[in-house]
């Protein structure tokens, strides 16, 4: 028995993937931009991260941080799969990557409930910007464990297959969004 042939791709020319190429782009602007007014305010008079604000552990934004990477690579193996027709292969890394991308969910509201127990808060330039970019990152994590779901439901059924895996595709491609974001964000925000 050799190799399975890799089927057409559903959306050769693009078209499907537009609009979502498109939102994707325009989020990533968004990100870009408060990612730059956060480190414009941050030069600020008003001190950053705020006085008597402890620091949280250093494991703590490190987890999610490892969790996203984790749905990221349990997807673009699943979307190999999809691609070659190994059906039951991408069934079992779309639930590893959803109960990945559930944890991701749970361990960045936790980090969110720790840093503002410690002070994190919109109280100041700087604070504001977090908070609207923490917010902004949560959104999307919350949007990708959804559309995991919804996907993860139409591959149980057989919607989606080798032919059609347009919305597979989509969804791989918010998490890797997902996924560049919230490590930049990592690194900017809690490493540098």
């Known amino acids: 028995m050799g190799d399975v042939v890799r089927l057409p791709d559903a959306d050769r020319d693009g078209r499907q993937s537009l609009g979502v190429s498109l939102y994707l782009g325009a989020s990533s602007l968004t990100f870009v931009l408060l990612l730059s007014l956060f480190l414009v305010v941050r030069t600020d008079a008003t001190p950053w ?8 552990p250093a494991w703590l934004p490190l987890l999610p941080t490892l969790l996203v990477g984790g749905v990221a690579l349990a ?9 070659a027709a190994r059906l039951i292969g991408l069934r079992r890394r779309l639930s ?3 109960a990945l991308g559930a ?19 919109a109280q100041s330039p700087p604070g504001a910007v977090f908070v609207l970019l923490f917010t ?38 918010l998490w890797y969004f997902v996924a560049v974001h919230w490590i930049a964000a990592w690194i900017l925000l809690f490493v540098l």
């Open 75 to 83: 997807l673009r193996a699943g979307v190999q799969d999809l691609l």
């Open 103 to 121: 944890a991701y969910a749970l361990a960045g509201s936790a980090l969110w409930v720790v840093l503002s127990s410690r002070g994190y808060r």
């Open 49 to 56: 991260p705020p006085r008597g604000a402890s620091s949280p």
């Open 136 to 173: 902004w990152l949560g959104v999307h994590g919350i949007l990708g464990v959804g559309t995991l779901a919804w996907v993860r439901r139409g591959v149980k059924s057989g919607r989606y297959h080798a032919l059609n895996s347009v919305h597979v595709r989509f969804v791989a491609r």
């Open 96 to 98: 590893v990557a959803l």
